[in-house]
């Protein structure tokens, strides 16, 4: 099992930036796919990016392709989600999350573990 902590969501304005963190405890981190989803209210939850294991393949959504960078450091037990250009529609709770599944996934029901969210909020 593998505990995941998020950290650096906040306010920003439109257009700025922002760098997420996701701590990761427990079993070895890099055994895992990770993600980033995230829900705005009242929509469900959403892929953001996904990162294979070892950190070499990226996968984005189409609405943060070129804006937002996923990336991990295994070393320190840690992923990240550099988000550049920031738009009022990606306010949203923003959350981590592991997978046990070798290739990169999309889907929210194949990552088995959550973090309890970071809120980023974009003002206009």
């Known amino acids: 099992q593998v505990q995941l902590v998020e950290s650096g969501g906040g306010l920003v304005q439109a257009g700025g930036s922002l760098r997420l963190s996701c701590a990761a405890s427990g079993r070895t981190f890099s055994s895992y796919v990770m993600g980033w989803f995230r829900q705005a209210l009242g929509k469900e939850r959403e892929f953001v990016a996904a990162?294979?294991?070892?950190?070499?393949?990226?996968h984005y959504a189409d609405s943060v392709k070129g804006r937002f960078t996923i990336s991990r450091d295994n070393a320190k037990n840690t992923m990240y989600l550099q988000m550049n250009s920031l738009k009022p529609e990606d306010t949203a709770v923003y959350y981590c999350a592991a997978s046990r599944w070798v290739a990169l996934t999309t889907t929210v029901n194949e990552y088995h573990y959550w973090g309890q969210g970071t809120q980023v909020t974009v003002s206009s």
């Open positions: 990162i294979s294991r070892s950190g070499g393949s990226t």
